[in-house]
Structure formats: C-alpha cells, structure tokens
T-cell receptor, first 112, second 112 residues
Framework: QKEVEQNSGPLSVPEGAIASLNCTYS??????FFWYRQYSGKSPELIMS????GDKEDGRFTAQLNKASQYVSLLIRDSQPSDSATYLC????????????FGQGTELSVKP | DTEVTQTPKHLVMGMTNKKSLKCEQH?????MYWYKQKAKKPPELMFV???????INESVPSRFSPECPNSSLLNLHLHALQPEDSALYLC???????????FGPGTRLTVL
C-alpha cells in the first residue's frame, strides 16, 4: 500500500461547480498534510496546510482532515478554468523523520 | 514573488559536462531540499539539509553532489549525467521537518 494515495483522475467539473479531491494515507503517525497545485511545466505551489482534525477554509478552498479515517480532502468551490492543474496531496511521515510523502496527484480540468 | 530562487531556469548539458544548480531561500528557514520530478510524476526527494548538515540522502547516484554553503544556499553539482536524468529539479525550504515546504521555480535539465 502506498503511503499517500490519491485518485489519479482526471477529474472534470464544469465552471462554477465544487471540485472534490481526496487523499488517504497509511501511517497513523503522520502529522501534517498539505495540498499543492501544480500547473503544467511549473513548480508545486502550496495552497493549503492542515495539521489537526476538522476543516480549514481559505477563500474558495477548504481542506478537511480526518485522522481516525486517515483521509484528507480538498474542496474547491466555484471552480474556475484557472483552477485546472494537477493537485498534489502530501503528508509528513513521523517514522521517516518528517519526510514529505507525495501522492501521485490528481489532474483537475474545469470546463467553461 | 517566490522567496525560493533557483538558477538557471533551463540547462542543457552533455554527458561529460560538469554543471551546478543553485538555490537560495530568503525566509530564514533551517531545512532545504532537492527534489527531482519527471513528467506526470510527483516530486522525488533526493537530499535534505537541516542546519546545513545532510540529514537524508535517498540513495541518489554519486553523479549528483549536494553542497550547502550556508543556511540560505543550496547547490547541486552535476557530473557525468545520463539522459534519464533529464527532469525538473526543484529546490524547497521549510522552517522544520513538519512544516510547509515552499518550492522554487525549478531548473529544467536536459541531458544529451
């Protein structure tokens, strides 16, 4: 089992809809979780970090963490074509010295 | 504006060349990282420096040689690379191991 798993997609949503991206992790000792957005040919850009159970909102983005179920999600409200990118879920793994482990990424396409 | 800078943006080199990639962070972070990213794959960790000391080396071939001159600079020296080493090389920094990592814009390396 991969340490961090994401649906590879691609995920296609119409403009204005809610995009839901999901991620699961295998190490219960994982501490911190991050969502990065990566446009084609560019470097990953941090968009959300979440450290404790519950929801965290920042503008159109909401990250959710459920440590009991070992999943992390990212909701993008009012999706825009400019949100079309690959979204990488990442977590720090306690028993690997805090090494950042990435999922395979989910490609999101927002259709006008 | 990114607070992690990388030079050069693009690099083409032959298999017998020696070149260096440079990274600088302006955030006062104590940990810096080198990643390699191939197309449609997540970043792969190569090296971690914490407090200017190499703390994690993911068994990277010796043709890649990192150097950390001070807490804000990180270099990656390249020698006798192979065409399969062509990739996007990313530098990142963080305050600590469990904190957010911020990526530079990357160096697109092509080995002929």
């Amino acid at each position: 089992q991969k340490e961090v798993e994401q649906n590879s997609g691609p995920l296609s949503v119409p403009e204005g809809a809610i995009a839901s991206l999901n991620c699961t992790y295998s190490d219960r000792g994982s501490q911190s979780f991050f969502w990065y957005r990566q446009y084609s040919g560019k470097s990953p850009e941090l968009i959300m970090s979440i450290y404790s159970n519950g929801d965290k909102e920042d503008g159109r983005f909401t990250a959710q963490l459920n440590k009991a179920s070992q999943y992390v999600s990212l909701l993008i409200r009012d999706s825009q074509p400019s949100d079309s990118a690959t979204y990488l879920c990442a977590g720090t793994i306690y028993n690997q010295g805090g090494k950042l482990i990435f999922g395979q990424g989910t490609e999101l396409s927002v259709k006008p | 504006d990114t607070e992690v800078t990388q030079t050069p943006k693009h690099l083409v080199m032959g298999m017998t060349n020696k070149k260096s990639l440079k990274c600088e962070q302006h955030m006062g972070h104590r940990a810096m990282y080198w990643y390699k990213q191939k197309a449609k794959k997540p970043p792969e960790l190569m090296f971690v420096y914490s407090y200017e000391k190499l703390s994690i080396n993911e068994s990277v071939p010796s043709r890649f040689s990192p150097e950390c001159p001070n807490s804000s600079l990180l270099n990656l020296h390249l020698h006798a690379l192979q065409p399969e080493d062509s990739a996007l090389y990313l530098c990142a920094s963080s305050q600590g191991f469990s904190n957010e990592q911020f990526f530079g814009p990357g160096t697109r390396l092509t080995v002929l």
